[in-house]
């Protein structure tokens, strides 16, 4: 099956994505425009995007002293990307958009990710503006999201710094009023002014050349009356800081903002995209040494506050959700990359023979390795874990359309799903794509170790997933301490509605009765787990064993999506007469037989709050 | 602890290597002795080795058009290896060596792995030696072996071919016999005397300038009376093949053999060590056009027969056995220094605070990151994995040692058990401590997925271990479709009655006597599903989950390992005052309940004979 043929089964025949046509927002598409969108998409990613993944791999971004060199090929890519409308693909018509849904806006996405994961600088940019129309001003959402979603101009998150990763509560980058200018700091039309100063550290996008300015969106702390700045995340504001200073009509005014690239992160994989070290308010670009701009008093880099101060954090985690549905969504499409390869190689390369009653006969002609069972064990791998994944994105996709746009009790159900769901859509595909990327080097032997093939590479790409955007430590802290609790359990309660819902619906279906109990017996095991960790009441004891119950808790969702998906392909076609159906059953089959009985052995450590590890003494490691 | 510590504790307590001194040949050994291999080989490791591990990675080697560029790096540390006299350490002192047991030898070069796994291009020459010693004429030995222990000359296998990796019955490099020489070409001394034409695949360390020579063993066909090469393995021989020709005193004859350089493979990591094509015999360095040289009639590079024709692949398994253990070696080995990395890192990086039972009080300092729950976990599982997998490595060589120098029981048990664990020796490590290295990476954060850190490099270095000597599926293989079988399953017999011994010992131990309890249930779980893979005496059956199989033969395995060595510690400290106990115990117990258990999940498909992978329909991918 192909991409195409695999988004066009879960968007239609899975998720009935037609179906939000009904909805005003989504009343003038049909399924010629999402086709249309979809075509485009995979268009440019075959032309412009899949040629060049390896030369950015090897051409890595350099910074000449001056300004940040990437090849030709990147800025090509991004200009098709932005020609192709998909920045805005889902806003508002008055805004330039095409008021796609975001299900088919993450579909059409998915060809890019899978083509050049690292090729794309513009993920980030359609985040940063979203956020900004939800808490931004007027001007703002005017002047600097709108010229994100044209592409004009691209955007970042800064978050981390060298000291504070995973430990936010710890930046120590200070926003002090810009008092002295002619405009008073509080009343600038781009929102109240600040003077920024601090380092950023693990910038995607960070400083480029491939747009006219970059907008980053910079978390500070303001001080207290006493210059001190509040401990905790408490203190956290959020500022739009532009590397160019721009006016309020959105052109740059010719000045650099003190915004200065302290380095390159030289990494792994994932390397077509530059990762940055940045200072702010270093004094390289001193705004006030430069002619022509109404700002003065005191150095720092220029920044305008986005929302109430203090309140940072929560404007940031607007952006995140859909961050981690972004991060899920390329480990998955890393991961179909390499499963896509790895088939290509297993259909293509005889080697060995067939094993028979008497041994191998050596007189007949090698078979071709897809025949070998060991190898359709490890293609079937990858594609049960990475089209799980790929279906998993598109249904939490599929409910940001229901929050935004479905009846409040739709709403409120959307909101409460996606809590307890994102940890698994961020985690998920980052753990087990990444295996499937493991798997699709070994279906090569010997080949895949080479860079000759490409999926050393992506393997290489895929390991960033685990660790961006939220460790899967965060993510498992995420799930067990929050949400699973947050509402009394509202969320855990509601994803075990639409999982026996799934579950009565398979006990129907002869060919998937078994798996269907399975799933039942083991969604209770979940249940019992989440009581037992959390049974004497004490953090410590129930989060030791986070990341084992949320590998428990993922492939419990996935083994219900599995359900989901080959329910509806056996609705469809009961004699299982097309392959795509027989793939699908026997997706789920796999995942139901090699996968979800791994979960015995997680939750064990959960049910029993195992202190093995949290009370292993220091000194012994 | 220290690798030195970890070392001492499982050579000493727990493997009594010193008892081996009453065995004829070690008489002259003690445990000075023993020690001060241990310290050369760490001071040389220490000064010559890890500090140009990054290096080589980045200077790759590359062809100048007429020979091999390495950095002078990897010929200081060749020379400085090929100085410790480790080459033939092991050999008799007749030959120069030192007659030391082998389980030493392997202890000492693991401070060579873990310094700089990529840097070392003479692991195979040892080998190589050896098996010369045992199937190679005295001539052969004197000439070749004896040049190949005094580091003079290196050594390679060549047995893969472009179109013929795991599948050797394929190769179709020929060997003729060379006629019309004056010498006649059965009676050369150095040995039957035969042109070769083929290419040669993968061979590691194929072409360098670091030593005088280069001592290839190849695999080729001797065609039958038709010309014509007999299928399958049976027609397989193995000849030596120069890449400088030598004359019957060991001395080069200034003729270059037709064995020319055909690439350099560009490799994902280990790129310290050349990996290269060889094309044998096509006429770049036609021996014949070269004066002086006592070879004629007919093209080719000039190869000597080893052993009987078409017995090549015995010969050659020879060599294998304790290839597979350095691949396992190699693989722990790079997982103890990223173990060590990570170690490092944690308990120096400060970031977020203990849980409290309110939450998280921001006033307070960070913790470093070996305080936190998670890391810990991650922290004990790469120790779990890496000394597990060395105690094992060490616990096989010490069966090498028996094999060499037992009483006819101990040889005849010895060879029995390492049949049975080899193909786990092999593959357990390649796939667990890669999974280590994962985890030091995720250990580090962002700062692991960049080049600064060396916890990348050892991720890519140790992702070859599954792939070379025998892929993980082949592995499997061997081991539930001919190891666990074979001499009527007394191998496997043998091994349980080892395991049961360990578990009625610490059945008597209270802190392990659980532990014991369930080892003893997996391995009957083991038993039963090795019954129930065959019992319809279909292979295909069988062998379809052998991977699964293997995965859990694994574990158990190593399980048993840890609770030997747990109930060895607690023997010599049984109040567990002392942190290396706490340690031993620790891993056990951490392995005993987050790692057995998962045995279950791969179990149930071998014993079902599940035909989910094996019976999917191939188009259906």
Chains 1, 2 share one sequence.
Not at 98 to 112: C, D, G, I, K, S
Request: net charge negative; charged share 20%; hydrophobic share 40%.
């Amino acid at each position: 099956m192909t991409l195409r043929t695999t988004l066009d089964f879960l968007l239609h025949d899975w998720l009935d994505t037609l179906s939000l046509t009904s909805r005003e927002r989504f009343t003038d598409h049909n399924r010629e425009t999402f086709d249309a969108v979809l075509d485009t998409c995979e268009r440019i990613a075959r032309e412009k995007y899949a040629p060049f993944n390896r030369l950015i791999d090897v051409q890595e971004p350099h910074f000449d002293g001056d300004k940040v060199v990437l090849p030709q090929a990147t800025q090509d890519a991004h200009d098709a990307f932005v020609a192709s409308g998909m920045l805005s693909a889902a806003q508002d018509y008055a805004l330039g958009g095409m008021q796609l849904p975001y299900t088919v806006e993450l579909a059409a996405n998915a060809f890019f990710s899978c083509a050049s994961v690292g090729i794309s600088a513009a993920l980030l940019t359609g985040g940063n503006a979203n956020l900004l129309m939800a808490h931004g001003t007027e001007l703002q959402k005017e002047v600097f999201a709108k010229n994100e979603f044209a592409g004009r101009w691209a955007g970042t998150m800064c978050l981390s710094e060298p000291q504070a990763g995973s430990s936010l509560s710890d930046i120590t980058t200070r926003a002090v009023p810009d008092t002295g200018s002619s405009t008073p700091w509080e009343q600038d039309p781009l929102g109240a002014r600040y003077r920024l100063k601090g380092n950023k550290m693990w910038i995607s996008a960070g400083d480029h050349e491939l747009t006219e300015n970059i907008v980053h969106l910079v978390l500070a702390k303001i001080p207290d009356a006493d210059g001190k700045l509040v401990p905790g995340t408490k203190g956290i504001s959020l500022f739009i800081v532009p590397k160019k200073l721009v006016d309020t009509q959105g052109q740059l005014t010719g000045v650099r903002n003190d915004v200065a690239l302290a380095g390159l992160n030289h990494k792994l994989g994932w390397r077509g995209t530059t990762n940055c070290l940045l200072n702010f308010g270093e004094g390289k670009f001193s705004v006030d040494a430069q002619a022509g701009g109404p700002w003065g008093g005191g150095a720092g880099a220029i920044g305008y506050l986005v929302g109430q101060p203090g309140k940072g954090l929560q404007c940031m985690f607007h952006m995140m959700n859909e961050a981690r549905i972004g991060v899920g969504m390329a480990a998955t499409m890393l991961g179909m990359a390499g499963y896509y390869a790895a088939l290509d190689y297993a259909q293509n390369r005889p080697q060995g023979r067939p094993i028979t009653g008497n041994g191998k006969d050596p007189a007949q002609p090698q078979t071709r390795i897809i025949e070998h069972a060991d190898v359709k064990r490890m293609l079937l791998a990858q594609k049960a874990y990475c089209e799980g994944a790929l279906a998993l994105e598109l249904y939490c996709a599929r409910l940001v359309d229901e929050q935004h746009t479905g009846n409040p009790a739709e709403v409120a159900d959307a909101r409460l799903l996606l809590e307890v769901l994102l940890p698994i859509a961020k985690s998920w595909p980052s753990e087990w794509c990444l295996e499937a990327n493991s798997l699709a080097i070994q279906v090569h032997g010997g080949y895949g170790y080479t860079r000759d093939f490409p999926v050393e590479q992506y393997w290489r790409d895929n390991r960033l997933n685990m660790i961006h955007e939220g460790t899967h430590g965060i993510q498992a802290m995420d799930l067990l301490g929050r949400k699973v609790l947050m509402d009394e359990g509202k969320g855990l309660k509601l994803l075990s509605h639409r999982i026996m819902a799934t579950v009565h619906r398979a006990s129907g279906i002869p060919a998937l009765a078994l798996h269907a109990k399975a799933l039942g017996r083991t969604l209770q095991d979940v249940g019992e787990a989440t009581q037992q960790a959390w049974s004497t009441g004490v953090p410590t004891d129930a989060l030791a064993n986070a990341v084992p119950y949320m590998q428990a808790f993922g492939h419990t969702v996935l083994a219900w999506i599995w359900l989901d998906v080959a329910a509806c392909a056996l609705d469809n076609d009961p004699a299982q007469s097309e392959v795509s159906t027989q793939g699908h059953v026997g997706c789920a089959r796999y995942f139901f037989h090699y996968e979800l009985p791994k979960t015995k052995a997680w939750l064990a450590v959960v049910q029993s709050r195992d202190m093995t590890c949290a009370t292993f003494p220091s000194e012994a490691f």
